[in-house]
């Protein structure tokens, strides 16, 4: 299988930002692009027409920051179809957003973990069903990073694989919060990488964090990304087979030169996977 028939895109991507304005994006650069739809719903005037000028140059994807698919308040639905008008409206290839929640009544400006219970996953799930349904189109669940497990009852792996079975729905594979929490939580990251479902990837992301302590990574995206994500991104490939690949940077963001950088590194990476090899890969999913 192609990755071009598998994926909603394809090759190395970038976070588009609106402190890029004003430097020049190359066309060849970068194969896609990811916006969080929350940020440019509604945006007019010159940051309407810049954002407008991309999506008629690149392919987009979207990753949602305020669904809160865990909250126990009601889904705020009049999101949900906004949302549904922008991915229409600039044909975005794929939606995304975090497996936690970030709302009670109110915003609570983080990313809060869902606990880890079976009660959790049918909640979670029928909420997920809704949105696709509303939607009329699968989305995909970022693996998140976290540093509690209230009440759990299950490993991380075996709730959010739980919660994609259920819901039916796809992942969105995060190499460094893999690497964050099997650090934080200390597991092994390539069993944690061995036990996801190849078929329901649809897309990477890869980001830096911050080193708090020996033991204590933040995931922050505020900083390049380091050696040992960029090759857990390649044992990613090994297992699920060549997949495309996302650089996040929120904070701390450097000239665009040094982006494209790593995001030129992302395509050494995927240049030494072959059509064949993702073939194989799949075969595990």
């Given at each position: 299988m192609q990755e071009d028939t598998f994926y909603?895109?394809?090759?190395?991507?970038?976070?588009?930002?609106?402190?890029?304005?004003?430097?020049?994006?190359?066309?060849?650069?970068?194969?896609?692009?990811?916006?969080a739809p929350e940020n440019w719903i509604g945006v007019?005037?010159?940051?309407?027409?810049?954002?407008?000028?991309?999506?008629?140059?690149?392919?987009?994807?979207?990753?949602?920051?305020s669904l809160s698919i865990g909250s126990p308040a009601p889904l705020d639905l009049e999101l949900v179809k906004s949302i549904k008008k922008f991915i229409r409206d600039h044909e975005i290839r794929c939606y995304s957003e975090h497996l936690s929640y970030c709302s009670d009544h109110g915003h609570l400006y983080d990313l809060l973990p869902i606990p880890f219970t079976a009660e959790a996953v049918?909640?979670?799930?029928?909420?997920?069903?809704?949105?696709?349904?509303?939607?009329?189109?699968?989305?995909?669940?970022?693996?998140?990073?976290?540093?509690?497990?209230?009440?759990?009852?299950?490993?991380e792996l075996e709730f959010l694989n739980a919660v994609l079975e259920e819901a039916d729905c796809d992942l969105l594979l995060d190499v460094n919060n893999v690497y964050v929490n099997s650090v934080n939580h200390n597991y092994d990251p390539l069993h944690f990488l061995q036990g996801l479902p190849s078929t329901r990837i649809r897309?990477?992301?890869?980001?830096?964090?911050?080193?708090?302590?020996?033991?204590?990574?933040?995931?922050?995206?505020?900083?390049?990304?380091?050696?040992?994500?960029?090759?857990?991104?390649?044992?990613?490939?090994?297992?699920?087979?060549?997949?495309?690949?996302?650089?996040?940077?929120?904070f701390n963001i450097p000239p665009l030169p040094e982006l494209l950088c790593e995001v030129a590194r992302i395509r050494s990476i995927q240049a030494a996977y072959t059509a064949g090899e993702v073939h194989h890969a799949f075969s595990h999913g």
């Amino acid at each position: 299988m192609q990755e071009d028939t598998f994926y909603p895109v394809n090759g190395a991507g970038l976070g588009l930002r609106r402190s890029m304005m004003g430097e020049e994006l190359p066309d060849e650069s970068v194969d896609f692009l990811e916006v969080a739809p929350e940020n440019w719903i509604g945006v007019g005037g010159r940051f309407g027409r810049w954002f407008r000028s991309y999506t008629e140059r690149f392919p987009f994807v979207t990753h949602g920051l305020s669904l809160s698919i865990g909250s126990p308040a009601p889904l705020d639905l009049e999101l949900v179809k906004s949302i549904k008008k922008f991915i229409r409206d600039h044909e975005i290839r794929c939606y995304s957003e975090h497996l936690s929640y970030c709302s009670d009544h109110g915003h609570l400006y983080d990313l809060l973990p869902i606990p880890f219970t079976a009660e959790a996953v049918t909640y979670v799930a029928g909420r997920i069903r809704t949105v696709q349904d509303i939607l009329e189109q699968r989305i995909a669940m970022e693996n998140v990073s976290y540093y509690a497990a209230p009440g759990q009852e299950m490993t991380e792996l075996e709730f959010l694989n739980a919660v994609l079975e259920e819901a039916d729905c796809d992942l969105l594979l995060d190499v460094n919060n893999v690497y964050v929490n099997s650090v934080n939580h200390n597991y092994d990251p390539l069993h944690f990488l061995q036990g996801l479902p190849s078929t329901r990837i649809r897309y990477v992301h890869v980001a830096g964090h911050y080193d708090e302590a020996e033991d204590l990574k933040v995931d922050t995206h505020g900083a390049p990304v380091i050696d040992p994500v960029w090759q857990l991104l390649e044992r990613a490939y090994e297992i699920h087979g060549r997949m495309p690949t996302l650089l996040e940077r929120d904070f701390n963001i450097p000239p665009l030169p040094e982006l494209l950088c790593e995001v030129a590194r992302i395509r050494s990476i995927q240049a030494a996977y072959t059509a064949g090899e993702v073939h194989h890969a799949f075969s595990h999913g």
